[in-house]
């Protein structure tokens, strides 16, 4: 089950947030030949995400912040021990500027709360990036 909302809170701010309930099951075979009916591995249960985008259209500002929230999973990494891996938070921001409407500077900073591990969540590490975007 997935939801979706999106609001507009006046003329320069709007927001959007989402839901996802997953059930999964996976059957599989055993080494000893018995069948096995288990949650898929790293597949989170409750995922919740968001985004908050605001513009500042005369100064060609524009920000967002975004974040997901992902829920508890099942790993079966020590098999056949199941080992339930901790909620993370991936949180990201984005701030542009547009002085000509053929130029747009911006900065990014991505896993603002540096989440993941190389094990289990393998998501790339805390980062911040620059750019020069142009348009013809």
């Known amino acids: 089950v997935e939801t979706e909302v999106e609001v507009k809170l006046g003329r320069p701010l709007r927001a959007r947030f989402g839901y996802t309930a997953l059930h999964t099951r996976g059957i599989e075979v055993d080494l000893d030949g018995r069948l096995r009916d288990r949650p898929l591995e790293g597949r989170p249960t409750h995922q919740v995400h968001g985004e908050v985008i605001g513009a500042l259209e005369s100064a060609g500002l524009e920000g967002a912040l975004r974040g997901v929230f992902v829920g508890e999973r099942p790993s079966y990494a020590d098999d ?57």
């Open 80 to 136: 056949p021990v199941e080992t339930i891996l901790a909620p993370y938070v991936d949180l990201s921001a984005r701030l542009a500027w547009t002085p000509f409407p053929f130029t747009t500077l911006f900065a990014r900073a991505e896993n603002l709360l540096d989440a993941g591990d190389a094990l289990y969540v393998p998501i790339r590490p805390r980062r911040f990036s620059t750019g020069l975007m142009g348009r013809m």
